[in-house]
């Protein structure tokens, strides 16, 4: 099986030995001279890595003088599948504020001076790249979603306008820029994805706010003092972000793993349902551990007080999870199951009403309770067992379930119930 490789541009941070497993850097060449740096390689969880530095290891390459081509040609060659670049920006609006993220979606160019095609003639014809989205929508969706799972401010859209440098801009260009309809500003991002995309290889950034250029009159202007100082404060977040992005990766293939795990049994429990079997994952203990181990690295961090179960496979996960855990367990039954004094909250179903019951001193009040099925499908058991909880005054940290079905529309109902969502596996038209 072919490991997939992902390069790296920029001072991220991830060149650190301990970071990478089989750390190692190498000289390469290119038809186009060398890159800024030797390629620093490694691994991080079973994902190939491959980076370098742009600026050059000790920042020595001003920005006119970086070798875009021959950074994107090397990366290719070494067969990275995606390109995740790290860059600071200066910000153009009032709402981007220093140490912020910013996920470019569009660029315009304004250098003059760079080397922007690998084709220096048209030997086997023209080539003339379409470029109406530069940036990759897969890393995007990626570096929006680790954003939000680190809690870190983020605007998931933004266009930079690349300069040539290495000067900053006067007020002029600045307010001009503004009016281009542009969001920050920075020296390096135009060249990379216009090379990126002509060498067809996926493209996307991380940019951090550190200044305001210079059309606010009531910051200082842009300087290099005040860009590495903000870059030194902020310089682990970038780090958590794109190993949480890389990681990403690593889980897609695991999630893959599991959903081949899942039995699909067709027109189950009536005709045109397709019915998908989580018992069949159940009895293979590794992907059972997979499983656990995906939800418990989820939600470790969260200060939880008891795991509550719907019935009645949703009762195995969340046994299993409040034992690794450490927290208590809640059961949420159909009706005349508990023993004693319960609670009852009635949901619609496709023809006909349910019930789900809670004993009443099940949960306390301001007790944090994540709720836990095997499968999400309409969500009309999942709102009725948050309903329960509320009555009882405990606090929803959120709803997870194994499979979701997103076609049936449950997680949004719960969205616009004020409750937050997490799926494993997504089975969406399949």
């Not at 060449?29 to 600026?55: C, E, M, Q, Y």
């Not at 699909?264 to 499983?291: C, E, N, S, W, Y």
């Not at 909880?389 to 719960?414: H, R, S, T, Y």
């Amino acid at each position: 099986m072919v490991r997939l490789k992902i390069g790296v541009i920029g001072g991220s941070g991830l060149e650190n030995p301990e970071l990478l497993e089989n750390f190692q850097q190498k000289e390469v060449d290119t038809p186009f001279g060398k890159p800024s740096s030797p390629l620093t390689t490694g691994k991080i969880n079973g994902i190939d890595i491959v980076i370098i530095a742009r600026h050059g290891l000790k920042h020595e390459i001003p920005p006119t003088q970086v070798n875009n081509r021959a950074n994107i040609f090397a990366l290719k060659n070494e067969g990275c599948k995606y390109i995740i670049a790290t860059t600071a920006v200066g910000s153009l609006r009032e709402d981007i504020k220093r140490g912020e993220f910013v996920i470019l979606d569009q660029f315009i160019d304004f250098t003059k001076q760079r080397k922007l095609s690998f084709f220096e003639q048209f030997e086997f014809g023209p080539v003339h790249t379409p470029m109406p989205e530069p940036f990759s929508k897969v890393i995007r969706k990626k570096l929006i979603e680790s954003c939000d799972e680190l809690s870190y401010a983020c605007h998931e859209k933004g266009t930079v306008v690349t300069i040539e440098g290495p000067r900053f801009s006067t007020k002029a260009e600045s307010k001009m820029f503004q009016q281009w309809g542009a969001d920050v500003i920075n020296m390096s991002i135009a060249p990379e994805a216009i090379l990126a995309n002509e060498a067809e290889v996926p493209y996307g950034v991380i940019a951090m706010s550190t200044d305001y250029d210079c059309w606010k009159d009531d910051e200082e202007p842009a300087s290099w003092e005040v860009i590495r100082k903000v870059m030194r404060e902020n310089v682990e977040n970038v780090k958590k972000v794109l190993l949480n992005t890389i990681n990403s990766f690593s889980r897609e293939e695991e999630i893959r793993k599991l959903k081949d795990s899942i039995r699909t049994v067709p027109d189950f429990p009536k005709q045109g349902i397709m019915f998908r079997d989580i018992t069949t994952l159940l009895r293979d203990k590794d992907a059972l551990k997979k499983l656990m181990d995906i939800l418990y690295e989820r939600y470790k961090e969260f200060k939880i007080d008891a795991v509550a179960g719907i019935e009645s496979r949703g009762f195995v996960l969340a046994g299993m999870l409040a034992g690794r855990l450490g927290t208590g367990l809640v059961l949420i039954r159909k009706p005349g199951k508990l023993p004693a004094e319960t609670i009852s909250e009635s949901y619609n179903l496709e023809y006909g009403v349910d019930t789900v019951e809670i004993h009443k001193d099940a949960i306390s009040k301001g007790q944090k309770i994540l709720l836990v099925d095997d499968l999400i499908a309409t969500g009309g058991t999942a709102i009725a067992s948050c309903k329960l909880i509320e009555q009882l005054q405990g606090e929803i940290v959120e709803c997870c379930f194994a499979i979701e079905l997103p076609e049936l529309k449950g997680k949004e109902k719960l969205e616009e119930n004020k409750q937050k969502v997490f799926s494993v596996m997504k089975f969406e038209g399949e």
